[in-house]
């Protein structure tokens, strides 16, 4: 053997030459096949990935309901879902973990999604065993969604197949979608929860609802607070309020243990001129236990609005032991401690002296925090905006005033009443903290011609409107915008003959000015 591998020596060096050369061949002539496999799977993922997408689109769920939700409320719209699962007595749970999902998912916490989408799974077994597939739709949508995100195509495509069995099982036209007025009612939730932008959307879904099933005690709750919702949203006419009140008692029929719904009927029934009948709706739902928390918070309002801020106190102190990051409960309170303020100054013909001119400015202090800790909770609650800088202003700090102010008109306001009471607001704070009429008049015009309907804040600008007018009259009875400020006050208010006189007199002074200046012109 010694004597072979001997003779073999001198050939080593050519061996080793040639297996390079023989690697390197190999080498490059698999490289490209290897490149075009790796790019073959590449090219399938994404063609997976693109199929599965479109059928995600066709789903019916939280990701595919186009719910109006801005970054800066993601967390509020959190803290509301929480309150509910722990606070709000409901038969109705799965759709509030489905939201609860889909905010975890905005929030980029998707696998704390996955655990509320669990929860969902386990609720519709509890509450659904004999019909659990077809109430399992939103959650499987969910899911498919959320693992589509993650980027866990199998999974994605197991639930898109749980879909398409249950929509042939049910002889669903369509394979990733069913027309049910279950999943109508849980879009319906949804958008509800997700703010006023979606109420109208959310009052559509649960009418669809009730026209497949009007004895339902879910879709008729739905519908009710929705009508309420949008009551105090948008302008109220007798129809609307007429409907809305009937929706309600509609809603106490079919559930007549709930006592949220009995607090809501309250409200509407002191909007109405009914306060003693709503009086008796609230003490009813007082006595109850299902949904104290919130059965307190709207309970509170109605002794506010009627003036019993010592009743409405205690109770929103014990709303807000159960729900600290209550937007609305803080906001209460911060209106409560204003009105005890007011309450003061008028017992003292506005010049409180001494124990009182101390406990004006406890409160108008304890009123600053509560409405700060709201706007901490929701940046974008306009009327907190504005809240606030009135008692920047009532604290003797115009600066930060304006700066809230400045901040409330630049919000997104999509309740052209809500915009109105800015203009207003801000009308105000002009003419009596800045002496600016000129800007004062600007902004109630604003107010007065954003919409041709009848509001409060309209009607209030509009008065404004009239006394700076006449004020400045009383200067200068030649002032030409004065005068056809006046006379649009009084075109508005129906009043045509004032009119007519005003427009006349500013015409007349507006043909002398123009000789007069025609004159110095020729001179």
Known sequence: MSTYLRALAPWVGTFQLLLAIYKQNIASSWTPAIQNYKETVIMSDESNGNLIKDKLVQLRCHFTWNLLIEDVEVSDLENRVFDEILCLDTKYNVAIYNLLAYVKHLKGQNEEALESLKKAEDLIQQEHANQSDLRSLVTWGNYAWLYYHMGRLADARMYLDKVENTCKEFASPYCYRMECPEMDCEEGWALLKCGGKNYEQAKACFEKALKVDPENPEFSTGYAITSYRLNSFNKVTETTEA????????????????????????????????????????????????????????????????????????????????????????????????????????????????????????????????????????????????????????????????????????????????????????????????????????????????????SSPRDKSMRSLERLAQKKLRRNASDIRSLSILGFVHKLKGEMNEALECYERALRLSAELRTLWDMIDGR
């Open 243 to 454: 409907s809305c009140l009937q929706a309600l008692k509609e809603a106490i029929r079919l559930n007549p243990e709930n006592a949220y719904i009995k607090v809501l009927l309250a409200l509407k029934l002191q909007d109405m001129g009914q306060e003693a009948e709503g009086e008796k709706y609230t003490e009813e739902a007082l006595t109850s236990e299902s949904s104290q928390t919130y059965v307190f918070r709207y309970a509170a309002k109605f002794y506010r609005r009627k003036g019993s801020v010592d009743k409405a106190l205690p109770l929103l102190r014990k709303a807000l032991q159960a729900t600290p990051n209550s937007v609305f409960v803080h906001h209460q309170i911060a209106i409560c401690y204003k009105t005890q303020m007011i309450q003061i100054k008028k017992a003292t013909n506005w010049q409180p002296r001494g124990r009182d001119k101390e406990e004006v400015h406890r409160l108008l202090q304890l009123a600053i925090a509560e409405l700060e800790k709201t706007l901490q909770l929701k940046p974008t609650n306009e009327m907190a905006h504005v809240e606030l800088a009135d008692m920047y202003a009532e604290n003797g700090d115009p600066t930060r005033a304006e700066e809230m102010f400045q901040k409330a008109l630049r919000l997104e306001v999509c309740n052209p009443h809500l915009q109105q009471e800015i203009y207003y607001r801000y009308g105000q704070f002009q003419e009596y903290q800045k002496s600016s009429e000129a800007d004062a008049i600007t902004y109630h015009l604003k107010a007065v011609m954003l919409t041709e309907e009848s």
